[in-house]
């Protein structure tokens, strides 16, 4: 499968620990881009990159939010300090010149 | 910065009959792509069709076609004999030219009545 592939695709956490998710975009794709999705709504941008660059992050990123692809390829989202309201659906797409493909995502649950 | 708005958070079909699905965007750019998504509960999102903005012919794909209205900032999805399969939650989206960042619209949900 050759598509864009995220890790894990659930994840429970108690409020106040420290997740992190990975995901694999397809490999010749430069950009990578991180959104959020609650139950209900669209999906909200947090950041992209643009190889290796994080060219741009959302206020919804807060501080305790952190994002890297250290060598343009995957990328890696962390989220310090948990709360209830970071439960949801954290999606990664991946594209080259328009041509967009999104992952399955990684759903979280902070109990 | 851009916007995208879905005025119809739910919409019922018989199977067989044709419906169509709103969406508005605002925007100062010129370059831009505009896309429907499709996302069942199975959270995938799946392009359903795609729609550049300096091209004035409206994209077909098989049952799904759209009425791209630039001026009038409109961009409305028409599914064609509905099958249950496209039961769904519909995305509107707009992708900047320059970096294909996505933004969403918050969605229509479709039922397809049998």
């Known amino acids: 499968d050759t598509g864009v592939s995220q890790d894990p695709r659930h994840k429970i956490t108690k409020r106040g620990q420290n997740v992190t998710f990975r995901c694999d975009p397809i490999?010749?794709?430069?950009?990578l881009y991180w959104y959020r999705q609650t139950l209900g709504q669209g999906p909200e941008f947090l950041t992209y990159?643009?190889?290796?660059?994080?060219?741009?992050k959302s206020r919804l990123l807060s501080d305790r939010f952190s994002a890297e692809r250290p060598k343009g390829s995957f990328s890696t989202l962390e989220i310090q300090r948990t709360e209830q309201g970071d439960s949801a659906m954290y999606l990664c797409?991946?594209?080259?010149?328009?041509?967009?493909?999104f992952g399955n995502g990684t759903r979280l649950t902070v109990t | 910065a851009q916007t995208v708005t879905q005025s119809q958070p739910e919409m019922s079909v018989q199977e067989a009959e044709t419906v169509t699905l709103s969406c508005t965007y605002d925007?100062?750019?010129?370059?831009?792509?505009l896309f429907w998504y499709k996302q069942p509960p199975s959270r995938q999102m799946i392009l359903v069709i795609r729609?550049?903005?300096?091209?004035?012919q409206n994209a077909t794909e098989n049952r799904f076609s759209v009425n791209f209205q630039k001026a009038a900032k409109s961009f409305s999805l028409k599914i064609s004999d509905s099958q249950l399969g496209d039961a769904a939650m519909y995305f509107c989206a707009y992708i900047r030219y320059r970096d294909d960042k996505i933004i969403f619209g918050k969605g229509t949900r479709l039922h397809i009545l049998p």
């Open positions: 797409a991946s594209s080259l010149s328009g041509a967009l493909h």
């Open positions: 925007t100062s750019e010129s370059d831009y792509y």
């Open positions: 990159f643009q190889n290796e660059a994080q060219l741009e």
């Open positions: 729609q550049e903005a300096y091209k004035q």
């Open positions: 490999s010749e794709h430069n950009r």
